[in-house]
């Protein structure tokens, strides 16, 4: 018999007999041994645990083996929680809110969450040990509307006896943020903290956030919380900070203050001038869909969201901008994951979203984003960078013997992706899709869908990669797109997946806030896949069309260098839409050959 924890370690062999040790057992029959636990032995391991039994043949010949489950319960005692209210409630308030009890040595033993309010005190048993309690709590105002939010919690309680623990948010204070020398008001505060055990397993988190007119009010509140004596511990303090005034802001601080040694009692975070100079910068550009929207009635809008994530993986930052368009120049601060998305509206019931996966920036790095510049149009996603949504697609890659293709559908930029695919509703019911495969000429496949897997042999060859997206049922702009990718390719070796030598053109168009040309140079940017050769682009071509392609003209492009070619496009009269095709090809037989149709349009005006 062989004993074990729940964590895999061995227990004292002689905790656990078997008798008899030896059994005669007639071919056919059947026979009886009796496994018998020491409690003595095990009372001071209490938890899960297995015993495996196994039997064996006089030679030493596996025979069988029989696990057994068993629990050997430890001491218990009462611990009791109570918790006071925030300082100065209002007349008409209701708090309330709750802790997770976490035995942090066993998870196992106990984890629990329990709902907890002021005046209500909540009394459990739980077994001996040493514990993780933590949680929130949330004040409601029903005569304003507006609540408030504390994180609460001791992390590290030995629970060895009877045991009360209070938490006195009376003297709790609200977390608020100052940027030296820029005038700034709160979109978002939050407090959040994260604990893992000893062992690497993670025990628990918790967070207290408030946006808009709450965080505005410093709705946040922190009381004193210390770090665990054992195990890793991470807290932080998290805000989103605007212009003052309801107008768009010009500037967006999104900050975090690390709290790796507790949670003082004032949480509040001053962005020095030196902690400025760290900070990360980006220039964004925010641009509006031109289309009518059928929601609202006006211009399509434009949303902006960002995340920020813990190394561990939590949010610690969760920020919007309803209704952006032009330019803002965003700070975040460095060490952190962050995740950056838009949202237009005005084609669907909801907003399409736009996305990136996360991105990590040095400190004092700048960089420069551009959301929801047209034209928007299917294309292939490998970028290596991680992401937490379930909408990325899987980079296209085969195998020796399947292509697998997985392309976004309606997309601003390389590299981002949408929730467009299988989503149901209209875009799924009204927009036409054709994806087919030929491989040396020969079709070998078709799927009415953006996303397929076609059966191929192992031979190198040369593969044709055709996509045909029709929305013109839903859009007035990239109402029609067709994308055809050409590259070798030959199985990889053994049974794993290859890459495919895909390339891509990323658009950077002379266009306003509006969409609407506003004159200058078109950049064209040839994009390569990851993981494999690099190929020197070797041409460009460029044609634009004024009748939705009945007619196409040429347009001269000059070479700017790193895959970057640059070209002057004609200007359309009021209204009028542009319609583009580019062709560009590597050095290892690679091709990409796209056309949109009505990429962007003149405005009103020309």
Known sequence: VALRNHAGKPVPSDAGTVSPQHLIVAPGGTGRATLRLDPVRLAARPGLHTAVVTARTPDGRFVASTPVAFFVAPPSHELTLRVTPLPDPGPETDQWGGVRVVNIEDPSLYDVFHNLSPNEPVTITVPAGRYSIGGYQIEDDYATGRYRTAL?????????????MVTDLSQATPVRATVDGVPAEAAQVGMSYEQIAPNGRWISESFAFAWGEDARAWGVYAVPIAKPEIGEFDAYASFSLRAPGGGASPYVYDVVRALPD???????????AAEQARLVRIDQRFHRLDLSDPISGGHSTTDHRRYGWSKHGSVVLEAWTDNVIGDRVDYLSPGYAWTDEAFYHGVLDYGVVTQEPNRRYAPGSRHTKVWVRQPLRPD?????APSFSACAPQPSHRSRGNLRVRLAEFVDQHQRFDCLTDWPGPWTELVTRELSLYRDGKLIGKRNASAGDFTIPPQAGTYRLVYDQDASALVPVSTRVSTAWTFRS????????????????DYALPLDDENHPAGGTATFTVRQAHGVAAQSITGFRLWTSLDD?????????????AGRFTADLPQPVAGQA????????????????????????AGATG
């Open 578 to 601: 542009v319609s583009l095709r580019v062709v560009a090809t590597g050095s290892a037989g690679s091709k990409v050959e796209q056309t949109i149709i009505r990429a962007y349009r």
């Open 380 to 384: 292939w996603y490998d970028d290596p």
């Open 152 to 164: 609460i919690g001791d992390l590290d309680v030995i629970v060895d006896r009877d045991t009360t």
């Open 262 to 272: 507790g949670v003082p009692a004032d949480a509040s975070y001053q962005v020095t």
């Open 490 to 505: 030959a199985a990889p070796r053994g049974t794993g997946t290859a890459p495919l030598p895909l390339l891509s053109v």
């Open 549 to 561: 392609g009945a007619t196409w003209q040429a347009v001269p492009v000059r070479a700017a260098g």
